[in-house]
Structures are given as C-alpha cells and as structure tokens.
C-alpha cells in the first residue's frame, strides 16, 4: 500500500509540475504556450496548453484564476485547482501592508482544520469523542474534542509569531501567546468546535475564526484588541466539517470557498465569489423554544408557516444544530438562519465575537445580511469577550422580513 499522499496522487494519475510562466502567446501554435494568462507546467509529461489541446495540462491552461504570485514558487498538481496557500499569496498584493504575516494566521488556522478533520474522521477511534467533565466559561460541558482543538489553534496560532492575542470560546480571558509574538500584528478570536453536541453522531460541525488587526501599539495585546466591532475585521471565516471539510473565508473582497482533499491534505479552490442564491423559503431555526421566544419572534415563525402560494409560504425548516453547517446551507441554498434572544436570556444563545461577527461579515460579503433584529451585527461595540446577542443571517429579503415584525410592522 503506498502511504506517502504525493506518491498516491501520482499513482493515481495526478501529476506534479512547477508552475514557470504566464503565456503570452495569443495563438496556440507552440507547446507550452496557448492564450491569455496561460500558465503552464515544464514537468508535466506534455506540457501543452489544455484548452487548446483537450486532456492535457487540465485546469493549469488558460484560467486567469491561477495566481500569479506562485509562478516559480512551488509545485502545483496538474489537474487541480490552487491550494488555499496559493490563493491566499496570489492576493497578498492586495494587502501591502500584510507583508506574509496575514498567510502565516491563515496557513495556521487551516492547519488546524486539517488536523481537527483527521481527529474527527477517526473519531472514538482516537478518543476524540465524550466529554471532559468540566464546564466552560459559559456553563457549557466541554467535549475532549472542544478542548483539543481549543490547545491545538492557540499553540499554531501562538508559534506564527503574528498573533498577539487571542480569543476563544473554551477560555474566559484573553489568551496571551509567547513573548516571541508580541510584534504580532494580528488578534485572533475563534470557536475551536462550533455544534459540540453533534461530535458524538457524526454529524456535521465547525470551526469559526474572526481576524481583528491589533489597535494596541506594542508588546502583547490587550482584550481591548479583541473587543472590537465586526465592521472592523480584517478577515473572517469558517472551516465546515461534513461530508467533505470546507473551508469558507473573507477578508472584505468576497466569500470563496475551498474543498479538503485529504488524501494531499490540502484545500483547492472550488467556488470563488459566493452569492446567496435571490430566493427561498428556508428558515433555520430552534423552533423547540418557540414558547419562550418574544413576541416578535413568534409572529414571524408563525406567519412563515402559513400557507401562500404567492409568498412561497409556508418555508422549509432545516435545522442541524451547528451554525456552521445551518450557515452554510443557508449561505449555498438561501434563506435565513435566527437565534433569538429570549424572556429569560434576551440576548440569546450565540457568542457576538467568535460565532455572529465572523459569519455577519461572510454573509455581507455574499451579498446577504445579520442583525440581532433591529441592528446591524457588525456595527455592535462589544462590551465583553464572551457576550451574546440575538442573531438573523441569511439572504437579505428573508433578514429584513425580520426585522419589520421587530420594528412591530408585521411582513409589510
Ligand atoms: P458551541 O458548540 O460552540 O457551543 O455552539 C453551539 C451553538 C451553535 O452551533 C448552534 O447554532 C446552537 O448552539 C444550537 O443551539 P441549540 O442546541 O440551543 O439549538
Ligand atoms: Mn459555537
Ligand atoms: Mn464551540
């Protein structure tokens, strides 16, 4: 059995090649060279343009999206779309000021993901299932997977040296990384394992992540760096473990998604500029607390349960029980996710920093919109680490629909 994955891709046909230059040629007259923004693959066994020539070089030829920044830079698979690192180098000359310090959080991040996926596709098999016996800062039992994970991230995060903060769900205070990161321009904030409960029946569960620039000057950071509105992040995103692992992100110039191929470990792009679809009549929903939800909140669930065929009425309800995979159904299929705040807790279940903000900034970015019913989620000025807030994400109509029963307006 060949165990090493570059071995395995290549007995399975993939092949490796460096990627050494855009083509320029605008008639695909000569090998290795074909249209527009070519680029091709010198060790490729025949390194001719794909779309000029069917079946050869595969996605490398002629697609704009290769980046130009790993001409030179590396080996690429012939064949497969650009990993997560090359994505993310191609676009770094969007950042000048980044310098390779925004790659290094996110190559650490997605490092973690990989790594939690493994853990969770082995599951009982490694003792990454039950719980620990404690109770986190929100009262919350903490799974061994919640506590690995958690040590996990803060130890990558921390060795990137860029970190100079960071925040999480399973610790109540800001967590200081090593001395060594205290030039670090970045203040991270994350949710290890997001749908903690579905661990144990292998059902689909998350990471989410938030990416702040520091507002301290020097030194290590500060929870001042940590508490900052939404609006503000540098990136954001999530990393979705279901049938296949996801990994979703932002950084303010549109939502792309990236697919794990565990067998190379490694995310390869494969949606670029996610939209919410324009309509649908899904909502997803705890609909079970429905008798302690605010007025509100009850008339909206009711009225989208009626039944009208001229308002797509009544909606589907979908619910899994991890905002990661409810947000992303919602983000690929349209239509709206909601927690609610409640009489006894009016500010809900959801955590605004590491679970609403990141995902408010995606669903923006893809076109859709999150408010906690009357306000903007990324407009909020959070108070404290680990507070929480009502929370309505999805497609736009469906968030403003909404907000109109919470401005006491009914559907309109
Ligand atoms: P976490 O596992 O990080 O504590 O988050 C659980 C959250 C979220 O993922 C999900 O949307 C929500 O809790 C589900 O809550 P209910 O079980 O109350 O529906
Ligand atoms: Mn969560
Ligand atoms: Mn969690």
Known sequence: MIVDPLARGLAAGLRLGRIVDHCNETTPTVAGKCGRNAVFCCMAPNPVCNRHDQGRAG??????????????????????????????????????????EFSQVMNAIALGGKLISREINLAGLVDATGYTGRTNVQGEEVARLDEWSNDL???????????????????????????????????????PVDGSSNIDIAAPIGTIFSIQRRVTKSGLGHLEDLLQPGKNQAAAGYILYGSSTMFVYTTGRGVHAFTLDPTMGEF???TENLEFPEKSNVYSTNEGNAGTWLEPDVQWVEWIKQSDPGTDRPYSARYIGALVADFHRILLKGGIFAYPGNIASPNGKLRLLYECSPMAFIAEQAGGAATNGTKRILDIEPLELHERTPFYIGSSHEVELIGRFHAGEGPG
Not at 156 to 182: F, Q, W
Request: glycine residues 10%.
């Open 153 to 191: 991230l803060v130890d990558l995060l921390g060795e990137t040296g860029c970190v100079c903060v960071m925040g999480s769900e399973e610790v109540e205070k800001p967590i200081v990384p090593p001395e060594s990161a205290s030039d670090g321009r970045y203040a991270v904030l994350f949710d």
């Open 268 to 270: 390869h792009v494969t």
């Open 59 to 100: 996605w490398l030829c002629g697609n704009p999206r290769i980046p130009k920044a790993a001409i030179g830079e590396g080996y690429i698979m012939a064949g497969m779309p650009p990993t997560l690192n090359q994505f993310i180098r191609a676009r770094q000359e969007d950042y000048p000021e980044a310098i390779g």
